[in-house]
């Protein structure tokens, strides 16, 4: 797997490879959602949240992975979702991280197959 | 006597008593075929002012805070990546494009702010009077504070400062000291694997002597108190019954619709046509002026600054060709594919549906506090000195005489009723209405001085509270979301002073009982009245009735209204 250079939301991957998701949040509890493909995703493990996914298709197919991080009106400003992307074929990355915003942020990533 | 968890408050005592609570273009993606034509007209498609509509103002708040969030001052000025926060934004935008689609996603502060000020001033288990070791306090138990301690620990830095009056508590918890030190950040993973630091929390208090510089009062001499204190149940936002009750709710249900329906492979279009030209458009304009507009609300945490840099966005998006051509091309595939538009209708629902979801779930998170909790504190207490005059034919002699310190082992429990919201805790004992809360400790001599009558065990102290909500009181015209209620408390104190017995003019049993009730009369604005009857004063034995009324400012609660109803 590899990052764009230039856009920390997009990545490249081999066909059937297996995407890991790490959401670990900071300041705050971890509550989190994730959906791939037009589906709910179930969670792998806790704090950190983990979620996997098998990116299957054709090679230039794109597939979108959302993620949704629930903040509480309690939680301080700078309270945030560390993001952490990593492929089964290799390659671990950093995203954005998912600032605190009320009532949950937002956030989505783009998965090409190679 | 009655001491309680409370954020700012200053007490003044006595009759009249006064509180205040206080880039560059990525690869392109498989582009769907646009329709130029054919869409039906739609009255609510918006283009250009997407900054008048507040719907869409609050939705690119959302992005915004994630370039000030992502901004990393001590890097040279590059605008922060955030391309992956443009689709839940431009989903909001074509959500408002549906015809008589009304966006509900304005609803989420709103609807936070009014939640928060309902819950903060339905409050009845605050301290708003002095704190049961201050003289003139109107209450004679001490409710279980550690939550609130933490929370402003992990919060707000290693140690927090409050002042209130003329003394000063510095608090801190192993945690803190644990995350601002280097053992870790403040993950939830740290703060799961730290279980006994969370719990536990540490305080000193310290006589001010200079209001205006009050970190120059902490020295020995200063010292009032200082309190270890371990709880026995996290209550915190952070526990882990928040994410197991977070796990099996409706609010996670439809979080997981909505990451659903964002991850849905249309938005690969929607990424070409809208997130793409946006984020160009956010980047072309960052050296113009976004900039220093994002260094400074990082700089300052002004949420103002905040606001006026989303409006700057939207004007900016209002401008950019591209954006439009994008936004219009998106919106001809939604008017001429019915599953598009389905899709954008349920994303739109599930948006709305997941702001009163999560208002629920605050209200749920507000329980978990409730129920049977307590805490067990250690702490040394430093008496002030007292100083007598004693009058000798003519000439008079004052003498000043330092207090001994003590030791003092507190246990302290209370229940406080679950709402109706949630009925799955065991029931306290004064059923749906009533709070109780027990105090027991025991204190003791480290250097008893015999001369003094003082022995090792100076004796031993209980108190028990009842306080039952009596509705909204007399105050006819309330503020909206304004939950709060007239209270009776009853209480009863029974204290053994060791070295009294046998002592003249001085008792060893010392009794006392109060009633109070507090009405209220504004917001954030109470009329407490207490009677107080007691066997004997510390240092007499002396009988007394006294009677104490006054106004209480609590700022939390007006603060929570004004946000709640701007």
Known sequence: MTQDPNDNSLYTVASTERVTLSLQSVQCNCLTSAGFDGQTLAKQSAAPDVYSFDVTGNSGDQKVFAGVCTFSPSNPPTAHYTVQVSGSLGGSFQASSVFKTLPAAAFQLFFTIA | MLKLPGRTALFIAGVFMVGINTMAQSPAAPRAPAQASGAPACSSLKTTALESDPDLVKAVAAV?????????????????AIRQ??????????????????????????????????????????????????????????????????????????????????????STSPYAFLTAFGA????????????????????????????????????????????????????????????????????????????????NSWFVSVRTDLDIPADNAYRKSWAASLDTDVADAQRTGDSTKNDAIATALLKMLDADQDYQTGLKNAYAQISSQASLSALVKKLHSDRADFDQKEADFEKQVADLAKGW?????????????????????????????????????????????????????????????????????????????????????????????????????????KQENDKSNMTLSLSANYERLQENKDQPKKRPDLAIGNIKLTIPISAGVAFPVSF????????????????????????????????ANR
């Open chain 2, 85 to 170: 926060f443009w689709g839940s934004f431009n989903a909001a935008v074509l959500g408002e494009m549906q015809p008589k689609c009304v966006s509900a996603d304005g609803l989420g502060n709103a609807v936070q702010n009014a939640v928060k000020a309902q819950a903060v001033t339905a409050q009845t288990n605050k301290q708003v009077a002095a704190p049961p070791a201050q003289g003139q306090s109107t209450s004679l138990v001490q409710k279980v504070g550690i939550p609130q301690l933490l929370a402003f620990a992990v919060e707000n830095g290693a140690i927090t400062n409050k002042v209130s009056g003329t003394t000063m508590t510095l």
């Open chain 2, 373 to 477: 909790n307590g805490d067990f504190a250690f702490s040394e207490q430093f008496p002030a000195t007292v100083t007598s005059t004693t009058a000798s034919g003519t000439a008079a002699s004052t003498t000043t005489a330092m207090m001994p310190a003590y030791f003092q082992a507190e246990l302290d429990v209370t229940c406080e009723p679950y709402s109706a919201t949630d009925n799955t805790g065991k029931p306290c004992p004064l059923r749906s209405t009533g709070t109780l809360t027990f105090n027991a400790s025991a204190m003791f001599y480290p250097n008893p001085v015999a001369s003094l009558n003082e022995k090792t065990f100076r004796g031993a102290h209980a108190a028990l509270e009842g306080q039952w909500a009596l509705g909204p009181g007399f105050l006819r015209i």
């Open chain 2, 184 to 263: 870790g950040s403040d993950t939830q993973a740290n703060y799961n694997a730290s279980a006994w630091a969370t719990h536990t929390g540490i305080s000193a208090t310290f006589n001010v002597s200079n209001s205006s510089d009050p970190l120059a009062s902490v020295s020995r001499k200063q010292v009032s108190q200082w309190q270890a204190k371990a709880t026995f149940r996290d209550t915190s936002i952070r526990s882990k019954a928040v994410a197991d009750l977070y796990a099996n709710s409706d609010l996670k249900k439809v979080a997981d619709a909505v990451a659903a329906d964002l991850s």
């Open chain 2, 64 to 80: 915004v805070a994630q370039i000030v969030g992502n901004y990393d001052n001590s890097r040279s000025a590059q605008p922060p």
């Open chain 2, 532 to 563: 107080t009857v007691a066997s004997a004063g510390e240092q007499n034995n002396e009988k007394y009735v006294r009677g104490n009324f006054g106004i209480t400012f609590d700022l939390d609660k007006l603060e929570a209204l004004l946000k």
